[in-house]
């Protein structure tokens, strides 16, 4: 058996609790004591350090394949550990796509031989129904692209007669949000599990605010892009290049009203919807959407958790519970029966973002620059020790997430 021990102050309850003993069996969380326990191996997190449960990120975009240059599995999980995220799902629009039970075997298959991080996968819209019953006990869900939107109607009659989730990207034409969303919950049939990814504008979240209350299949999910950055800080050539993502950068009153949802809690999950380009791609419109977020999203919710803007308790739910929870896993707690999965960071000093120290291949981000705290220094996947000292030192791959349900 392989057994140890993490001493340090932890996050339990969405509370900081000092002087923790984690003791840790075959990577499963076996006791949580304030006492140390005798004769078992130890790792101790002192001053300034602070024990968390690892990041679920349930949107990422790991490219590979015919997009190496951009990222691969292998470099995109590197960046997942450095950020503190130990499970990630990705997204399908790779190249090929993975619509079809042989693009998502391979990928599978790919994921388990270089993937860092343990890992789950949406399936996009398949051909025909046969080809999602075939495959919806292997996937997280289906992804719903605005190229696709005008088929919702039929998608959803699929998902919910087979039971599998939706995650859809709501606009129509571009820039259109609010009405794509308030559409889309109109026609939802109310067993369909059904969940809107980077929410960026006022009136989507009011939209959804009305859903929420009559129907708890209903989830939202946010991106620290859209809950920190509004348009007219995008103030410099450097930001107006790599600033252009889908959905794009909102207006203050829409960062606001993102800001406001997540602090309050009416939000489900944050998500990096890690997203890397080559730089030469990046252009102001009509350039490659998105960029690199798997290293910046932690810290920034430790950083306006520890100014006082965001409750601690809000951070670990957000990050962590609520993701687990969705996925049906046994992560996101420390607590007896979770796996250890947890990740450590150092909430006493100041770090500044600069992207070209990064893991992930794109070596820029719109928080260049950015005085932020929380950078993570430890990160254990299943009790693996994965990162040490700040230093990725295991690359023992992940596993897929079904066989941890």
Known sequence: MNEFQIIGNAVIGGKVVEDVAIKVEDGVIAQVSRSEFRGVKKYVFGHGKLIMPAVIDLHVHLRDWKEKGKEDVRSGTRAAIRGGVTTIVEMPNTKPPINTKKTLLKRLKLLSEKSLADFGIHFGVPPTPEELREVRDLIVGVKVYPGEILRLREIFQWA????????????????????????????????????????????????????????????????????????????????????????????????????????????????????????????????????????????????????????????????????????????????????????????????????????????????????????????????????????????????HIKKLV
């Open 160 to 399: 919910s007669e087979l039971g599998v989730k939706v995650v859809v990207h709501a606009e129509i034409v571009g820039e259109d949000e609010p009405e794509a969303v308030r559409w889309a919950v109109r026609i939802k049939p109310r067993n369909l599990n059904l969940r809107f990814a980077h929410i960026s504008r006022l009136d989507s979240l009011e939209a959804l605010k009305a859903a929420k209350r009559v129907d708890d299949k209903v989830f939202v999910e946010v991106t620290p892009h859209h809950t920190f950055l509004s348009k007219d800080m995008l103030v410099d050539d450097y930001l107006n290049r790599i600033g252009y993502v889908r959905p794009s950068i909102g207006e203050e009153r829409d960062r606001r009203a993102v800001f406001e949802a997540v602090k309050n809690g009416f939000v489900d999950f944050m998500s990096s919807d890690h997203a890397p380009h080559r730089f030469r791609e990046k252009r102001p419109k009509g350039g490659a959407p998105g960029f690199p977020g798997l290293e910046t999203m932690l810290p920034l919710m430790v950083t306006y958790w520890m100014k006082g803007y965001i409750p601690l308790r809000t951070v670990v739910k957000l990050l962590s519970e609520n993701p687990a929870e969705y996925l049906g896993i046994r992560k996101g707690k420390i607590k007896v029966g979770y796996y250890a999965d947890l990740v450590v960071i150092d909430v006493k000093n100041d770090f500044i973002v600069d992207p070209s120290k990064f893991e992930s291949k794109a070596k820029y981000s719109p928080f260049r620059g950015w005085k932020l705290r929380g950078v993570p220094v430890a990160v254990f996947r299943r009790g693996e020790l994965m990162m040490d000292n700040g230093e990725i030192i295991s690359a023992k791959p992940g596993v």
